[in-house]
Nanobody, 121 residues
Framework: QVQLVESGGGLVQAGGSLRLSCVAS????????MTWYRQAPGKQRELVAG???????NYADSVKGRFTISTDNAKNTVYLQMISLKPEDTAVYYC???????????????WGQGTQVTVSS
């Protein structure tokens, strides 16, 4: 059974930094892409940053230059380094992975439970 577990969230002052981690575990054959999303209270979930198995990245305009996504493929782990945090970055951050589970020949999407990031002004 595949699981995604996020960690690293917390409370930080504006201008501060946090690093989120997401570990994918279970019977995984291949990971095609890992993505961070976030959802603020009363708002829709939005894409923050994504990275492919080949290392291509994309970012929401609102986080470009402040957030960096990276992976440790050997550990099936994706990171989100966040600097210069703003109150508007406050949200629950979710990890998503497009991966192939052992015994299948297709990619499915999996989600973590989320980690809360709160930025105080």
């Amino acid at each position: 059974q595949v699981q995604l577990v996020e960690s690293g969230g917390g409370l930080v002052q504006a201008g501060g930094s946090l690093r989120l981690s997401c570990v994918a575990s279970g019977s995984i054959t291949s990971i095609k892409r890992m993505t961070w999303y976030r959802q603020a209270p009363g708002k829709q979930r939005e894409l923050v940053a994504g990275i492919t198995a080949g290392g291509s990245t994309n970012y929401a305009d609102s986080v470009k230059g402040r957030f960096t996504i990276s992976t440790d493929n050997a550990k099936n782990t994706v990171y989100l380094q966040m600097i210069s945090l703003k109150p508007e970055d406050t949200a629950v951050y979710y990890c998503n992975a497009a991966l192939m589970e052992y015994g299948t020949s297709w990619y499915d999407n999996y989600w973590g439970q989320g980690t809360q990031v709160t930025v105080s002004s």
